[in-house]
């Protein structure tokens, strides 16, 4: 699918521009202040482990379709940086449509190196998987979805069974990967900025998600913008390239005129476009097939 921007779109664009220079309010408040309220219900702040970091936001559609899968969105902010309230846009947007959504925290660098802040998100969907019940979501159908740093998280936990095996969430229980400008494939050891995070690591290939991609596992769908500088469009490229030669089912968006930050703003009600990133992620979502049931561990 391309998209090209409209005149209209163009407006939204310098709009959207125009909260980060907002005095006294920085740019994901400005844009969570735009974001309806009143058609969910979030709980905030629950631990999932220990650390003061470990903890996750909830959000309820005011009406729930159980049959729908979970949305776990892991944000970006080059393993460095992130707060979950500051996406509260983003688990509105699918809320909105009627999918229990979960925004986790993770612990970042330099309090951790990689590997911590993955199995900090794989106990993050240990949690859901024993809890959303409560809120209505389907603890066997568990779609891990993230942007930039958060869609490398998401990726390994979808195609390296590890993570999950540590946290006794079997791999059946992943319904699908909702990728959105992730690294998969790059180097980090080749980007000064980055070798502190991943300085654990002996060779690149354990921390690149399309290293462990395999037949079998669950669909995914990667959008990238193809105006993308901080994240080039060939990860989503060559990870489609190698999850169709293990036959894994995928779709493979490129957006004309997004970039890094574009892809992810599109997310907030405000600025949607109409056959936009979260109507891709919904059609593709709503059409998902059901996967085994996976058995609850303990």
């Known amino acids: 699918m391309l998209m090209t921007y409209s005149l209209q779109h163009m407006r939204v664009g310098l709009a959207a521009a125009a909260l980060f220079v907002i005095p006294g309010c920085s740019p994901m408040s400005a844009i969570n202040a735009l974001v309806p309220e009143d058609d969910h ?22 009406a729930v379709d159980g049959a729908k899968p979970v949305v776990v969105f892991f944000y970006g902010g080059s393993w460095k940086r992130g707060k979950r309230e500051n996406y509260r846009f983003a688990g509105q947007a699918f809320a909105s449509r009627g999918y229990v959504t979960v925004v986790p925290d993770y612990r970042t660098y330099p309090e951790v190196r990689f590997p911590a802040f993955v199995q900090d ?24 979805a993230g942007h930039s ?8 936990l979808a195609y390296d069974k590890r993570y999950l095996a540590e946290a006794e969430v079997p791999m059946a229980s992943i319904a699908a990967l909702v990728g959105l400008a992730g690294p998969y494939y790059f ?46 469009p060939e990860n989503s490229t060559e990870l ?54 996976a058995k609850m561990s303990g």
């Open 121 to 144: 998100a794989a106990a993050a969907v240990a949690w859901v998987r024993k809890n959303i019940s409560k809120f209505g979501g389907d603890p066997n159908r568990i779609v891990v």
């Open 240 to 293: 489609t390239q190698k999850l169709k030669a293990a036959r894994v089912p995928v779709r493979h968006v490129e957006l004309e005129d997004v970039g890094h930050i574009g892809i992810l703003l599109e997310i907030a009600q405000p600025f949607q476009k109409e056959d936009g990133v979260v109507d891709t992620i919904v059609e593709f979502l709503d059409t998902l097939p059901n996967r085994p049931t």
């Open 41 to 62: 219900q979030r709980t905030s702040g629950i631990s999932y482990g220990p650390q003061a970091r470990q903890k996750l936001d909830v959000y309820k559609p005011h």
């Open 187 to 232: 180097d980090p050891l080749k980007y000064v900025s980055l070798r502190g995070v991943f300085e654990t690591v002996k060779h690149p290939d354990e921390a690149r998600p399309i290293t462990f991609v395999r037949p079998g596992q669950a669909p995914s769908l990667l959008i990238h913008g193809r105006d993308d500088t901080t994240v080039w």
């Open 149 to 156: 740093a958060g869609a490398h998280i998401a990726a390994l």
